[in-house]
């Protein structure tokens, strides 16, 4: 019987449950979640339910083999335990609610067994969850070496590039470049003093600043032009407001930007064009780096952002500037997002909390 109600109303019972996640304070409810989870956690549930139907153990012993699946999945797929735990009770909540409404006759079995399977399937996939997250922190030392090795990387890469312009007899030696050198090495120090103190952003101790925009803007276009020419790309940056500020940790939120604009410059097609823009709302800046890299294949933009994963084709390295740059983004209470332009390139858009005047 509950079976067959479930199957029956299923999109009946979809609509209740995003509605439920979406009015739901704590944990907020994410896109994903509610485009692909709410489904794939109702699916999970008919899973366990039918299992036990074909089988003869009590008290859902199917449910001990599947629902860790389950768990593995959802961690996968990046949900938190938090979202497992209410995203199965909004679904049956949603069950029992439809059946009141549409005076559905399940019996005092059925509600026993839904809460029964509810119970077991949180139980046992957020064990497995766990588990699998444990497994995932052993490979937390690699991905914070590729992060440190990533940075220092592209700091020396900038100091050698501005020692061989001071070298070539082009610049003096009191110029902008020989400010990109100086600020390229005292970035690296910066580096392996954060690498000590790496805590600081994994507990959220990381020291913000007041800093306005045209300064931070200024900075990046200065280093930013240096590599765009080595790569042979066109760099525009589009005038600041003086106004605009934010409160960003300097440091991570400069590196969070420079490695947007070095995924542009090495993507863009030979003599492309990189754009560095910046808008604003009352509440919101944003800072939107377009490049010409001639667009993503489908289903690249939903992995972009993840580390030590190939990008595409043709693209080489370990994928962490931009999974940097996300991170660094988000300790700040920023967000970062991307639009593919098919057949021209992408467009990063990072959008920040305004730093709103002082009133004196």
Known sequence: MLLDFISKHRQELLERARAKVALRAVPRATTEELANGVPLFLSQLSHILQQEANQTAPDGAAM???APQHGSDLLKQGFTIA????????????????????????????????????????????????????????????????????????????????????????????GSTIEVLERSL????????????????????????????????EEMEIDASITATEHGIQFSVEPVDHALSVEVD????????????????????????????TRSTATVVSIEVEDECGGLPPGAAA???????????????LGLGLAISRQAIEADGGRISLRDVPGKG????VEMPRAQSSVH
């Open 64 to 66: 001990g083999t599947t």
């Open 83 to 174: 979202q497992v735990v209410h995203d199965y009770g909004d679904v049956c909540q949603a069950i029992t609610e439809l059946a009141l409404d549409l005076r559905v006759p399940l019996g005092t079995d059925d509600f026993h067994i839904l809460n029964r399977c509810v119970d077991n399937a949180i139980a046992s996939a957020v064990t497995e969850y766990s588990r699998q997250r444990d497994v995932d922190r052993s490979g937390a030392a690699i991905r914070r070496q590729g992060f440190f090795a990533h940075e220092l990387r592209n700091h020396l890469q900038t100091a050698l590039l501005a020692l061989q312009v001071v070298k070539s007899g082009r610049v003096g030696v009191s």
């Open 186 to 217: 005292h970035r690296l120090r910066d580096l392996v003093d954060r690498s000590v103190s790496e805590v600081r952003l994994d507990s959220g101790t990381h020291r913000r600043e007041r800093l306005r925009m045209a300064q931070i803007v």
């Open 250 to 277: 300097r440091h991570l939120f400069a590196a969070a930007i420079s490695n947007i604009l070095q995924n542009a410059f090495k993507f863009s097609r030979p003599a492309g064009h990189v754009w560095l823009r």
């Open 303 to 317: 992995a972009i952002f993840r580390p030590l994963e190939p990008q595409s084709a043709g693209r080489v390295g």
């Open 346 to 349: 992408c467009i990063f858009i």
